[in-house]
């Protein structure tokens, strides 16, 4: 997902790995599957339009030098911050209290966070607003 800002980003980013032999065409099918899933999902697709500013997968330092990276930050243009974490298997807290770390630093900024989504990638994908 790192590779996915809207929608349009999907086939270049299954081709991508394709050509380096990452992913075999069975693999790209079943990803490019899921990750429709992911973009076009009711609660996720005001998320991957163009008219925000995606941040995948950037390092984060806060004010006591810790480093954190959250999966996915859509800042509107009030600068107020959308943070998404992908998740495969079960839900834990420990998911929920690393995407609150994350507030937390992304606030010590000039965003103000206002939603919080963990998605956890499974058999089907389960959208979760915290």
């Known amino acids: 997902m790192s590779h996915i800002k809207t929608k349009e ?3 270049f980013a299954i081709t991508h790995f394709q050509d380096r032999a990452i992913i075999n065409l069975k693999q790209a099918d079943a990803l490019q599957k899921t990750i429709l899933q992911i973009v076009e999902h009711d609660q ?3 998320y991957f ?3 925000n500013t995606i941040y ?3 390092d984060i330092i806060s004010k006591n030098k810790a480093i954190v990276r959250p999966d996915r930050m ?3 243009s009030n600068n107020e911050v959308v943070i998404i974490d992908y998740k495969t298997g079960s839900e834990s807290k420990k998911h929920q209290q690393q995407i609150e770390n994350y507030q937390t630093i992304i606030e010590e900024m000039p965003y103000k966070v206002i939603n919080k989504i963990l998605v956890y990638i499974n058999e ?3 959208v979760i607003s915290i």
Do not use: A, H, Q, W
Request: proline fraction near 6%; glycine fraction near 0%; hydrophobic fraction near 35%.
């Open 9 to 11: 980003d999907i086939v």
């Open 74 to 76: 859509v800042v509107n």
């Open 124 to 126: 089907d994908i389960r």
């Open 56 to 58: 995948n997968e950037r």
């Open 49 to 51: 339009t163009s008219e």
């Open 44 to 46: 996720l697709k005001p």
